[in-house]
């Protein structure tokens, strides 16, 4: 599928929440990655540190879930990406969960994250009454 980002496509706030969410979750990422990168006494890594690549991976996926339910003509398959959309918000939401119990003083970023993740809930369920 041809992922050129429609014109209109970049002043929806919905579409700008899902970048600023990107950019977020990829700097808490980097940072929370610099105090779980080192294993324990044991010779065991931390096992949160996969959680910071989830939300990278998870918030990536964003931007082309509303690329792909804005292009679509098909209610059925529109309603697939609508799906997917809300399933990565409540996995980007429970792996934020999940790594604010992390020991990493970038734990204090992730509710900035889960803020912005709440903003854009709101924007995604006005957005989805108007397809």
Excluded at 7 to 13: C, I, N, R, V
Excluded at 45 to 56: L, P
Excluded at 83 to 111: A, I, Q, V
Aim: glycine share 2%; net charge positive.
């Amino acid at each position: 599928m041809n992922y050129a980002i429609p014109s209109y496509l970049s002043d929806m706030p919905l579409y700008r929440k899902a970048m600023d969410i990107i950019y977020l979750s990829r700097s808490i990422s980097t940072y929370l990655n610099q105090d779980l990168n080192y294993l324990t006494e044991d010779g065991k890594e931390d096992t949160n540190i996969y959680f910071t690549g989830d939300i990278i991976q998870q918030s990536t996926s964003l931007a082309p879930e509303i690329i792909n339910a804005e292009r679509e003509r098909h209610s059925d398959k529109k309603f697939k990406h609508l799906e997917s959309l809300e399933r990565l918000t409540s996995l980007l939401f429970n792996n934020c969960k999940r790594l604010e119990k992390s020991n990493s003083n970038g734990r204090d970023y992730l509710p900035i994250l889960r803020s912005e993740l709440k903003k854009f809930r709101k924007l995604q369920r006005t957005w989805m009454l108007t397809l």
